[in-house]
């Protein structure tokens, strides 16, 4: 089982940045596939980005060019940097780990872009 804990979310202006911040318990990390979701109100939880074991990444075409995700296994860490916000990327942002079957959640983060 595999803790997710986010931080670094919060209002920023349209055109701003943020970077979302997802720290891991266990001594498997460096196996998991790591990815940021995320759920507007109202709306599905989509997928923003992924970041396999072997650093291979994925994004929605939504946040391409935009968002870029990282991992750091020597600190358990998976972090998105986003830039050139938009009032539609505000939405709870959750940390996603899965290795072996097994899906972990963290709790989310809430990003907030005013127009």
């Known amino acids: 089982q595999v803790q997710l804990v986010e931080s670094g979310g919060g209002l920023v202006q349209a055109g701003g940045s943020l970077r979302l911040s997802c720290v891991a318990s266990g001594s498997t990390f460096s196996v998991h596939t790591m990815a940021w979701y995320r759920q507007a109100p109202g709306k599905q939880r989509e997928l923003v980005a992924r970041i396999s074991s072997a650093y291979r990444t994925d994004y929605a075409d939504s946040v391409k060019d935009r968002f870029t995700i990282s991992r750091d296994n020597a600190k358990k860490t998976v972090e998105l940097e986003m830039n050139s916000l938009k009032p539609e990327d505000t939405a709870v942002y959750l940390c996603?780990?899965?290795?072996?079957?097994?899906?972990?959640w963290g709790k989310g983060t809430l990003v907030t872009v005013s127009s």
């Open positions: 996603y780990a899965y290795a072996y079957g097994v899906t972990n």
